[in-house]
């Protein structure tokens, strides 16, 4: 039973030293920090006095999800042409390069 209890102790120990180098790393403290952002602004709003983050000055804030919305705008607009007997032309994409 004794060398059970040593054995224990060393894993305890190399465990240890695994969590030390991973609180120790900067990658894992920026993506706990993104996560927590994250859920901030999800739970109590965005902090208007904080800056704006990159990519966002040219974000519409008015848009929602942007790709899902804009492809169901998308979406709707081809119907409605399609419905006039109008379908929007898509040139075909080009074919394999000649040798």
Known sequence: MAW???LWQVYLRVEDHIVARILQSPGFHHG???IHRRVEDFRYGRNPHEPLRP???S???QEGHGQARSFFKYFIDELKNQAKGKPTD???PPGPPKK
């Open 90 to 92: 898509v040139t075909p």
């Open 4 to 6: 059970a209890r040593i």
């Open 32 to 34: 706990v920090r993104r």
């Open 59 to 61: 974000a519409d804030p």
């Open 55 to 57: 990519g966002e000055a």
